[in-house]
């Protein structure tokens, strides 16, 4: 009797000849994608599409995931499904660049099999780029889906391959099916995964340790809702950042308190300090939105020669996504550089973004209701007296939605003023008392003084951006347009 034909070799051949066809099986369906992708794209309609902010080629995506740096290059992965430009089962569609302000379109990374593949984070380790994702599967009982951790594997960081054991990471407390989006980074000899998760009916985020990537242990329960902090935590992330260790996420089903909480789900971070003997984050458990806007969620952080970068899901949940019908949906704000001042995370602009102006549109005093005109992009840097109202209007030159962005002194707030939806905070400058707003096609981001006040809100008007001084004062102003660094 040959070796192989004993029931425990036969049954390891098949596994391999099954790896083997599910591969190749991976392998054509990723080609044709890319073939559909190909295709699809030109019937896409280009009137809101960015022209600086990365957004998929077809189709939807939300979550970034996998922010990394590998081979000389950064690499972003995305929430994406192509089919549609709504949510859909999930791929992990890929960009990547050598300087975070230039971007291309590479094959689609992952692409769902028996599992959805959820977000992640990712890792060098050796050779190689490791993404460590959810793959959720759905099942006959309530609720209906489970979530466990997976692994894929790359070492040209363009083709990816699953690992066949997967998945890797199944243990959850209390067996909760809400088990997602983890982030993994290495501490000495150990790599260390925090994963979003639900107990009850209370947002939590769960602290594995691994030696491997592929044998986890549980820690401890690293942070938890203590009942009006919301029913989920998602996306969560642990780095640190002048001297404090930031724990940033986002939690699902906080309740609107005045000005904040106004959007569907929100971001924002405790400041503390992770102890890895105890494995606990010791916190005062303050709250802070990290940004204002309308339309921003689901962050992902890279930390490299001494700085924190950060990228953030451009929309929002359970809104009106008004591109949809042009065949797409979804970008990314601009990657940010951190920096936390006292108890406040600042979000700039990196220096290099000035590369993107093209011609300098004004410079100089911009007199009340006095206009400058640009095309689908633009950069404004402006200064004020904070004594008297400042007040730009922001609108399409065909017409379509109207945006204000106001400094009104008497209440000593920052709005932004979407056609009748209010986004508003107190701005107390920290050092210069400048804004910085930059406008993509469908776009606003608004830097206040030091980057302690920052608004992300999607603004959709007809036609290229005319920006009205409508304030009772006037504003010295530099004006630029700006270049394209994403594929059209």
């Not at 960081?157 to 980074?185: C, H, M, Q, T």
């Not at 949809?324 to 940010?336: K, N, Q, S, Y």
């Not at 206009?371 to 017409?399: M, N, R, S, V």
């Not at 102003?477 to 994403?486: G, N, Q």
Request: proline share 5%; net charge negative.
């Amino acid at each position: 009797m040959f070796a192989w034909s004993t029931p425990v070799a036969l049954a390891a051949v098949l596994a391999v000849t099954l790896g083997q066809a599910l591969r190749q099986q991976n392998e054509t369906a990723k080609r044709e994608l890319e073939e559909y992708i190909a295709d699809k794209k030109a019937e896409i309609n280009p009137r809101y599409r960015p022209h600086y902010h990365i957004s998929p080629p077809v189709g939807w995506m939300n979550d970034p995931n996998g922010f990394s740096y590998y081979k000389g290059k950064f690499h972003l992965f995305y929430q994406f499904y192509p089919y549609d430009s709504v949510w859909g089962p999930m791929h992990w569609g890929h960009v990547s660049s050598s300087n975070l302000i230039d971007w291309e379109h590479l094959p689609t990374a992952l692409i769902p099999e028996t599992e959805m593949c959820f977000s992640g984070g990712a890792v060098v380790h050796g050779d190689d780029l490791v993404l460590l994702y959810t793959g959720r599967v759905t099942t006959d009982t309530d609720p209906f889906y489970n979530e466990t951790q997976y692994l894929a594997f790359s070492n040209d960081g363009v083709n990816f391959r699953k690992y066949e054991g997967n998945p890797v990471l199944s243990y959850v407390p209390d067996n909760s099916a809400d088990f997602r989006d983890p982030k993994i980074w290495k501490f000495k000899d150990h790599w260390y995964v925090v994963i979003g998760s639900s107990s009850n009916k209370q947002g939590r985020v769960l602290l594995y340790r691994s030696g491997d990537l592929f044998n986890w242990e549980f820690l401890s329960v690293l942070g938890e809702s203590d009942g009006d902090m919301g029913y989920m935590w998602e996306c969560p992330d642990l780095f640190e950042l002048g001297g404090k260790t930031i724990f940033l996420w986002s939690p699902q089903g906080l309740e609107p308190k005045g000005d904040r909480y106004k959007n569907t789900y929100q971001t924002g971070y405790y400041i503390g300090e992770l102890d890895y003997e105890t494995f606990e984050f010791k916190t005062d458990k303050y709250f802070q939105e990290l940004d204002y806007g309308h339309d921003f969620y689901a962050t992902q952080t890279i930390q490299g020669d001494g700085k924190t970068y950060l990228i953030g899901w451009f929309n929002m949940w359970e809104v009106p996504h008004l591109e949809e019908e042009d065949g797409w949906a979804g970008t990314t704000t601009l990657v940010r550089e951190l920096q936390l001042i006292g108890t406040r995370i600042t979000m700039n602009p990196l220096e290099g973004i000035q590369d993107l102006r093209t011609d300098s549109v004004h410079n100089g005093d911009l007199e009340p209701q006095q206009a400058i005109e640009f095309g689908p992009t633009a950069e404004i840097i402006l200064q004020g007296c904070l004594d008297q109202k400042i007040e730009l209007l922001i609108q399409g030159k065909e017409g379509g939605l109207v945006t204000t962005v106001t400094w009104d002194p008497e209440v000593g707030k920052v709005i932004v003023n979407r056609s009748g939806e209010v986004r508003q905070v107190e701005w107390v400058p920290i050092g210069k008392t400048s804004w910085r707003l930059f406008l993509d096609a469908s776009s606003l981001e608004l830097f206040c003084g030091e980057g302690e006040v920052v608004f992300s809100s999607r603004i959709f008007s007809d036609g290229d951006w005319v920006v009205k001084n409508s304030s009772p004062q006037t504003l010295s102003v530099e004006a630029y347009r700006l270049r394209r660094s994403v594929p059209a």
